[in-house]
């Protein structure tokens, strides 16, 4: 069974330009989280998805926005880059809505650098 | 609120020695309780989880935790270090209310000496 995919899995961007990332949940898995992680702040949540809703978001700011496709896939972007949002962005998938079988299952990641 | 605090960012052990990381977590409900491991350039694997059944809870590779309510604590143990132990290491907490929205550590880097 494949796992959570990311994509692209590096890249370098400069201020004041867009990203948009991209994640395919493991089949059957219908909530996508994604996580900010940095050496500073460790992993910080951004936003939850669930049947194309956002059902929970983080403390960032509105330059960060999500979606979810009907077939689970999500995609995050970050508009309007800063040096700050340089770091590892994970995205998770789970097969349970909550509850105690709510595991994450986290892909490799995206590496973002904006210079 | 949830909250999870991961004493020690760096700890070394011996090849062979007991590995013991430290989380204590804040949580105004019932707690589910996490340690994910995390490689070099790769994301995060669950290691164990605790979802209210026993308290002591086995995981992969060899490592176990025990949840202890009345010291908020999760703390992760091996029994003999591995090389192959050295990663970061990060608890995580989440509940019925916050659900997927999980709230981890800021992380455990373990260096295994030979």
């Known amino acids: 069974k494949a796992g959570v995919t990311q994509t692209p899995r590096y890249l370098i961007k400069t201020r004041g330009q867009q990203v948009t990332l991209s994640c395919s949940p493991i089949s059957g898995h219908r909530s996508v989280s994604w996580y900010q992680q940095t050496p500073g702040q460790g992993l910080q949540f951004l936003f939850e998805y669930f049947s194309e809703t956002q059902r929970n978001k983080g403390n960032f700011p509105g330059r960060f926005s999500g979606r979810q496709f009907s077939n689970s896939r999500s995609e995050m972007n970050v508009s309007t880059l800063e040096l700050g949002d340089s770091a590892l962005y994970l995205c998770?998938?789970?097969?349970?809505?909550?509850?105690?079988?709510?595991?994450?299952?986290f892909g490799e990641g995206s590496r973002l650098t904006v210079l | 609120a949830q909250s999870v605090t991961q004493l020690g960012s760096h700890v070394s052990v011996s090849e062979g020695a007991l590995v013991l990381l430290r989380c204590n977590y804040s949580?105004?409900?019932?707690?589910?309780l996490f340690w994910y491991v995390q490689y070099p350039n790769q994301g995060l694997q669950l290691l164990l989880k605790y979802t209210s059944a026993a308290t002591l809870v086995k995981g992969i590779n060899g490592f176990e935790a025990e949840f202890k309510k009345s010291e908020t604590s999760f703390h992760l143990t091996k029994p003999s270090a591995h090389m192959s132990d050295a990663a970061e290491y990060f608890c995580a907490v989440s509940d019925e209310i916050t659900g997927n929205q999980f709230y981890f550590g800021t992380g455990t880097s373990l260096t295994v000496i030979p």
């Open positions: 998770a998938s789970s097969l349970a809505p909550s509850g105690p079988t709510g595991e994450l299952f």
């Open positions: 949580s105004s409900v019932p707690p589910y």
